[in-house]
């Protein structure tokens, strides 16, 4: 037994000393494969679809759910619009109902709400599930006013481009930061300031560097889709406009 031991355990050595092979591509060939209606349908495992059918019912069903009514046409762009305007204010006010301490504002990215909502349409489970499909929490983080001014430096005026805010209102000159005011005061560089947003934009994503230099962060552990869903049930006719709180003059 040790024998066996002792010559596993030399080969082992060997094998580690032994220099690294590279590898390098001489040639390769491409082949074109049409996938259409009739390649797709050959390859369908019916058996499965059957399978999981009941699934599926009980899927549609349940995202078919109507959660309230849409007054206008809730549009994405990005420039202010509708939609990130309602993402951002049903943000601030969870956060301040929740969070331990006071918030002062909100940010959603424009990548963060992914599809618009028909005027005096009903809006589904399914609409919202559309609209924020993926798994992100609401966190608040706490940042120095001076970051805050470079949050909307280099990722609103730097870019002319606007994300949902609530509790803010910045107007941007060709690609300057000309006001910039929080809770209707102007933005102190030396005072604290509390912005609630997802996980996923507290770690600099989407290019919002200014984010990760925040003091603190605390979760709420709330899906921010889950949110979105109880504001929809809350409001029942869910209203937004463009009310001027972001100006980008290029």
Request: aromatic share 10%; glycine share 6%.
């Amino acid at each position: 037994m040790r024998k066996v031991i002792f010559f596993a355990a030399v080969s082992l050595i060997w094998m580690s000393c032994q220099p690294s092979r590279h590898y390098q591509l001489d040639d390769y060939t491409t082949e074109y494969i049409t996938v259409d209606s009739i390649t797709a349908e050959a390859t369908r495992d019916k058996a499965y679809e059957e399978y999981l059918a009941p699934t599926k019912a009980f899927m549609d069903a349940e995202m078919g759910i109507v959660l309230g009514y849409a007054a206008n046409e809730m549009w994405i762009d990005s420039i202010e619009c509708p939609m990130l305007n309602w993402t951002a204010d049903v943000l601030l006010e969870k956060a301040r109902e929740v969070c331990p301490f006071p918030v002062d504002m909100a940010l959603q990215n424009t990548g963060g709400a992914r599809t618009s909502w028909t005027g005096q349409k009903p809006i589904t489970l399914e609409d919202v599930f559309s609209t924020m499909p993926f798994n992100n929490r609401m966190v608040v983080l706490r940042l120095k006013g001076a970051d805050v001014i470079d949050l909307f430096r280099t990722s609103f005026a730097a870019e002319e481009h606007a994300h949902g805010v609530a509790g803010v209102r910045v107007k941007i000159d060709h690609r300057k930061l000309e006001d910039l005011k929080v809770g209707g005061k102007n933005v102190d560089p030396e005072a604290d300031y509390t912005i609630a947003t997802s996980n996923y934009l507290s770690k600099g994503k989407d290019g919002i560097v200014a984010l990760t230099r925040y003091d603190s962060l605390w979760d709420s552990g709330l899906l921010i889709r889950d949110i979105y869903i109880e504001a929809v049930r809350k409001q029942d006719t869910v209203r937004a406009a463009v009310d001027g709180r972001v100006t980008i003059k290029k």
